[in-house]
T-cell receptor, first 113, second 114 residues
């Protein structure tokens, strides 16, 4: 069964705006990772946040994790046309480690130039 | 450092045939996992190999199998192909495969079964 589940969103924003997407999961995790996928190609790793971390930044990305609510959010600031992609969160089941990721359905983000 | 390499990138097979996909992990990575991505089911875990041993297995029929070689390269095989096996197959490699290590994905192999 899927653990990570994004809110089923299709975001369409103007270049320069911020994009926020959410992810919820069901059981205890070691960490949560966010990935980007362009047009059905491979997944690009964006950021990993550990279960004992609450917030993490990487460039224009900001990820939060709330283990009490079993949810995470990904914020992309000052979006660019190149950010147009599908974004997935993935959780590893606590007993399996990082070798068995459970993915959400993905959020499709379109950034309009 | 080269990334995860999957071959072939595209494949068309007929129902009933079998297929073998290959994945070369990042140099030094010992864990390789395989995932199937379809529009209906999304990304689903197939299995994971570490040091030539299968450590984890997802809920797929026995037609799906895999192996890992001593150089950490991995192959997955699907026998008696069905139309529903049409999907993007992704492999991911990670260093030790332990907790809190990032998993890096290849570009995938797009399999079409006709």
């Amino acid at each position: 069964s899927q653990q990570g589940e994004e809110d089923p969103q299709a975001l369409s924003i103007q270049e320069g705006e911020n994009a926020t997407m959410n992810c919820s999961y069901k059981t205890s995790i070691n960490n949560l990772q966010w990935y980007r996928q362009n047009s059905g190609r491979g997944l690009v790793h964006l950021i990993l946040i550990r279960s004992n971390e609450r917030e993490k930044h990487s460039g224009r990305l900001r990820v939060t994790l709330d283990t009490s609510k079993k949810s995470s959010s990904l914020l992309i600031t000052a979006s660019r046309a190149a950010d147009t992609a599908s974004y997935f969160c993935a959780t590893d089941l606590e007993n399996y480690g990082n070798n068995r990721l459970a993915f959400g359905k993905g959020n499709q983000v379109v950034v309009i130039p | 450092k080269a990334g995860v390499t999957q071959t072939p990138r595209y494949l068309i097979k007929t129902r009933g045939q079998q297929v073998t996909l290959s994945c070369s992990p990042i140099s030094g990575h010992r864990s390789v996992s395989w995932y199937q991505q379809t529009p209906g089911q999304g990304l689903q875990f197939l299995f994971e190999y570490f040091s030539e041993t299968q450590r984890n297995k997802g809920n797929f029929p026995g037609r799906f199998s895999g192996r890992q070689f001593s150089n950490s390269r991995s192959e997955m095989n699907v026998s008696t192909l069905e139309l529903g096996d049409s999907a993007l197959y992704l492999c991911a490699s990670s260093n030790l495969g332990g907790k809190n290590t990032e998993a890096f994905f290849g570009q995938g192999t797009r399999l079409t079964v006709v």
